[in-house]
């Protein structure tokens, strides 16, 4: 049937191996279409092809000018806009520094926080130590900020009760 469901050259692929079965797969299924429906067209004369596709042509074309004419043509003719609404956290207005952090640290956490940091600062003392505490910094940049951030939140915590 004008050679729209005959085989294609195989390409190199330089995809993922996962992708590349799944995309294998999926090829194989549509030749398993491709040649069902080359052998249903087989059947059919030339006559009834065209026919086929003059129906084919005709439904899915009308169906298409329909959608258009109706999306040009609004019978309401008005857009409604509804209103956009967020939560107040979200919108941004209120300045950072009324923000009041309700985290509840424990006394023991406090001072593994504490003893952490204390190893963190012992790492740097030595050759060895320096070179874990750089390969630390570098997997983790934020670490030492979280830290200092956690202890100020536990002396406002302390301050507030």
Known sequence: MFGIFKRRKAKQSVMHPVWQRWATAVDK????WATYLNQKAGKCNKRSKQIYLALFCLFFGGSSIYIIIRAIDNPSGKIRIEKVSFPKYATGREPISTFHPVPVLT??????????KEYMDSLQTSKTGKVKFDSIMKARPGLMDSVDFIEQVYRKQIKTK
């Open 29 to 32: 299924r549509q030749r398993k």
């Open 107 to 116: 006394e023991k956490q406090y001072r593994n926080i504490q003893r952490f």
